[in-house]
């Protein structure tokens, strides 16, 4: 009876093992920011953030959060992952002050996809983060675009994109009179009529992979993160539009770098540097 009981509760721990890693994310970003803040020295800053809600636990016990450093010794570049397909469509768009950050959310499935490994994640919204919450070898840039997507069962997807102080961000550029009208005020939103989503640029093929999370609560896990490689240009005064959001006075809305915990980066390198 002992060995049954034994053999029976390792085959219990090997499940919830290979579940922990093959399950879905299925938890969306919190829209309420006024239960969480950026300051490190807040009880409710990011060091706090799993202790707010017991459905946020994994933003302190995760082992799998972002963002990460994408460092060049952990990459390993590979050629099986293939182009991002994007199928993405020109839709009515809504534009929303979340009080964190700025979001650009389009209507149900209306805006198109993404293919990743053969599964279509539709996409639902796009929201910046300043400065940048990945680093590359250690360097923070001053902007971080999130275009997030989700499967019809809830898996998600999101595409990271890094911006450097430069020349305009065209697509930015179309959004400024929206993001001026909706900067004092929390829960704001601005109907911007239909929204190109080709119009945000990648700019190169080449983009890292890695399994992480959302990086505002729940944090949920699971997330398949693809990172264009390609650093693109913003002004000051277009991240400024974008940081007035932020409502703690800490001028920023960037989670700090988690731990890797062993997992994998992988390159995605195609044989030429074709733009898309």
Known sequence: MAMLQTKLLSCVLFILVVL??????TSQEVEDESEFNYSQQSERGPARWGEIHPEWRACSNGTMQSPIDISN???HIVSHLGKLKRSYKPANATLRNRGHDMML???GKEAGAIEIDGTEYAL???HWHSPSEHTINGRRFDLEAH???QTADGKIAVVGLLYKIGRPDPFLASL?????????????????????PKGIKFGSRKYYRYIGSLTVPPCTENV???????VRTVTREQVRLLRVAVH???DTNARPVQSLNHRSIQLFKPDDEEKN
């Open 248 to 250: 703690d006075n800490y």
């Open 147 to 149: 275009l997030v997507h």
């Open 124 to 126: 639902r919204q796009c």
């Open 73 to 75: 010794e952990r990459v």
């Open 20 to 25: 922990q890693y093959s399950c879905p994310a």
């Open 105 to 107: 959310s389009w209507e």
């Open 224 to 230: 398949v993160w693809s990172f264009v490689t390609k």
């Open 176 to 196: 400024e009179d929206d993001l001026a009208a909706i900067t004092d005020t929390t829960q704001g939103e601005r109907d911007v009529g239909v929204m190109d």
